[in-house]
């Protein structure tokens, strides 16, 4: 026995669209009859039509709680017909401006700001995931009031975030038993898990211009909204004599000297402006300091300090006395002692200071200058213990 073979025109792409037609025609035929007997039950006024998309609104809430999926079907669709019925018993359009039904319903739904939503409610609220602080924006998606659309914004701009431009797009559905909330937490962990980056610098600095919602510019601890690259503190005006602009891209190395020049330049150029802008009657020329006389010479013995009784590696000193008048803005600075040679009487120390880091271009927190990296030789004379 042959089967009857298949008409060829059966199976063209053209066929195919219109079987499809003639199946989902009938199905959107009884869902406008079945949305439009179910609107003629509904209120006639606006604020009727108002108050049922919001009753709808709190059914569909508690019926995803309870995980009754039927209910909240027929929720969804008291809530549509109410849309159907406000916008003229059509949804053609429904949803075209601010001023159209849909979005009116959807304002008059709104949940507070900073308050969680309900399932079918838009609002915003702040989430926090392992010290990262979102600012959660939530929209009805594609589907009814079950589906969702999250927006995640950054909220410190200097930490951690799961996507470098400080804002991601997520679309989800509601789960039984859980709440909004619940549902962008696991999203947000499993986020953070799979995509952990920081901004980028030249949206860290967008995002830091930006103002942000009354609500959440006063949480507690404040957003921290920084800029990636520091605000030019140069000036217009031209640098006094003695001074000079320079811009270099030099190796970690070197750059850790430059900077400390550029610091030192900053202060004594601050400096020289506000005494040019004193009058001159004020002005006091600095009085030259009268030479030291010379002390008489000590015994190599006398005054040695006992080791290991007065230094002692770990030991915090402060520098009293340098070898040349060049590092005599060393005095005062505090050192820690790693080694000691008593034989010489001579210790090596690292500067008293935290180490830095930064953020470089893979997202990758390294450490840009560490303190103990450099050592000095210091002898016992130049330091003293500091409490």
């Known amino acids: 026995m042959v089967a009857n073979p298949t008409p060829a025109e059966a199976t063209t792409p053209a066929a195919r669209r219109r079987t499809k037609a003639r199946k989902s025609k009938p199905q959107a035929e009884d869902k406008d009859a079945r949305i439009a007997a179910l609107a003629a039950t509904l209120p006639d006024d606006r604020d009727g039509l108002l108050a049922v998309a919001a009753d709808a609104v709190a059914a569909v809430h508690e019926a995803v709680l309870n995980r009754a999926d039927l209910v909240a079907d027929v929720a969804g669709e008291r809530y549509a017909a109410a849309v159907w019925k406000l916008n003229g018993g059509t949804f053609f359009g429904c949803a075209a401006d601010e001023d159209a039904a849909e979005r009116v319903i959807e304002r008059h739904c709104r949940a507070v700001p900073g308050v969680v939503p309900m399932w079918g409610q838009e609002g915003d609220f702040l989430a926090s995931v392992d010290g990262m602080r979102v600012w959660v924006e939530v929209e009805s998606g594609y589907g009814g009031l079950t589906t969702v659309h999250f927006q995640f914004h950054a909220v410190d701009l200097d930490g951690p975030f799961i996507s470098e431009t400080g804002y991601r797009s997520h679309f989800d559905h509601a789960r039984g ?211």
């Open 177 to 387: 038993g859980m709440t909004v909330d619940q549902v962008a937490d696991g999203v947000l962990r499993a986020l953070l898990r799979s995509h952990r980056r920081y901004l980028e610098p030249r949206y860290q600095d967008r995002l830091a211009d930006e103002p942000l919602p009354a609500w959440i510019a006063g949480i507690t601890p404040p957003p921290r909204r920084v800029r990636a690259v520091a605000e030019d503190w140069r000036e217009p005006d031209e640098l006094p004599a003695g001074f000079a602009w320079v811009d270099a891209v030099l190796p970690a190395h070197q750059a850790f000297i430059a900077r400390k020049w550029a610091a030192g330049a900053k202060a004594k150029l601050a400096a020289a402006r506000a005494k040019a802008q004193e009058p001159a009657s004020q002005r006091r020329e600095p009085a030259t300091p009268a030479k030291p006389e010379p002390e008489p010479a000590k015994d190599e013995d006398e005054d040695a300090p006992a080791w290991p009784a007065t230094f002692f590696p770990g030991l915090r000193c402060e520098i009293v006395s340098v070898h040349h008048p060049v590092f005599a803005k060393e005095v005062g600075k505090h050192v820690i002692i790693t080694k000691i040679s008593p034989e010489t009487r001579q210790v090596w120390a690292h500067d008293d200071k935290p180490a830095r880091y930064r953020i470089n271009r893979n997202g990758r927190k390294v450490c840009e200058y560490d303190p103990r990296c450099i050592e000095s030789c210091y002898g016992y004379d130049q330091l003293r213990a500091a409490i």
